[in-house]
């Protein structure tokens, strides 16, 4: 009975402080919809205004007034061609580093992973402006694929090593190339992680914000870009900011909760060696 009641205990405190942390992490999304949904005076008053009438008029600002359907597309047009490209490139170097165990590559994987993106930026703008790039879908798609590649080989690679050499060489048997069984029979097999790859090279594309603020331009400004140009030296229209920051976080969260199982089940499923 002791036994019981100690464990029913620790059940009730591990799932208060899981709520706690869970609520400290909500909070500041919800506080960000909250001030979307006031006027400027109501977001500036000395005392948080809890009880209010909420209002539309950031959002049909943020939309009407300041292209951001045009931002989100050229967003949606860098986040997914550096996911295709990545994805193009990162599986066959994914299972080319599985198959004959290049571990050093790997290591080189996880260092790109693990260098700061602001490293790159230097190199990428010299590139780009004696290429005369600036500005261009091309430098953002490229200078994207330094988050994407690394991302999309780390992932696929323990996807690559679970599947059994003896489906290939069985393939070769019958006449098939090489290149055949890896279309045909190994990425069908690694469907699973292709897609929760996909999602998250997606998802930090969308995301990032330095690439897009440093080499892009007027034509190719994306939405995180767009929030930061809502700031200024002088009044700030707090309800615009975070309507703006409202909008831009929707998407993933829709796209996040509505294929969670599928990345869960995809990194587990990577993860565990048969």
């Known amino acids: 009975m002791s036994g019981g009641r100690e464990s029913s205990l620790r059940d009730l405190v591990l799932n208060v402080l899981l709520g706690l942390i869970i609520l400290a992490m909500l909070f500041p999304f919800v506080w960000m919809i909250l001030m979307s949904l006031k006027t400027q005076v109501q977001n500036t008053a000395p005392t948080p205004v809890w009880l209010f009438t909420p209002v539309l008029d950031n959002y049909r600002n943020v939309i009407e007034r300041n292209d951001f359907l045009v931002f989100t597309k ?3 047009i860098v986040a997914v061609a550096a996911t295709f490209i990545g994805m193009v490139l990162g599986l066959p170097a994914a299972y080319a580093i599985a198959r004959f165990k290049q571990r050093g590559l790997s290591l080189w994987i996880l260092i790109s992973r693990i260098i700061p993106y602001i490293t790159f930026l230097l190199p990428l703008f010299l590139a780009f402006t004696r290429l005369n790039l600036i500005g261009s879908f091309t430098a953002l798609i490229t200078s994207h694929l330094i988050i994407t590649l ?27 190339s090489r290149a055949g069984a890896f279309v045909r ?9 292709m897609v929760t790859a996909g999602i998250l090279a997606m998802i930090f594309s969308w995301n990032q914000f330095l690439f897009s603020l440093i080499l892009g331009g007027p034509a190719t400004k994306t939405v995180p870009v767009a929030v930061f ?6 009044s700030q229209d707090y309800g615009a900011i975070a309507a ?12 996040s909760l509505t294929v969670q199982r599928y990345i869960v089940k995809g990194l587990t499923a990577g993860g565990v060696k048969g």
């Open 150 to 176: 690394p991302l999309i080989v780390w992932i696929t690679i323990a996807f690559f090593e679970d599947i059994p050499t003896d489906l290939e060489e069985a393939a070769l048997v019958d006449g098939s």
């Open 244 to 255: 703006a920051a409202v909008l831009i976080t929707l998407p993933i969260i829709v796209l």
């Open 229 to 234: 140009n809502f700031l200024s030296y002088g």
């Open 185 to 193: 029979i190994i990425l069908p097999l690694v469907a699973p992680g």
């Open 74 to 76: 050229n967003s949606l």
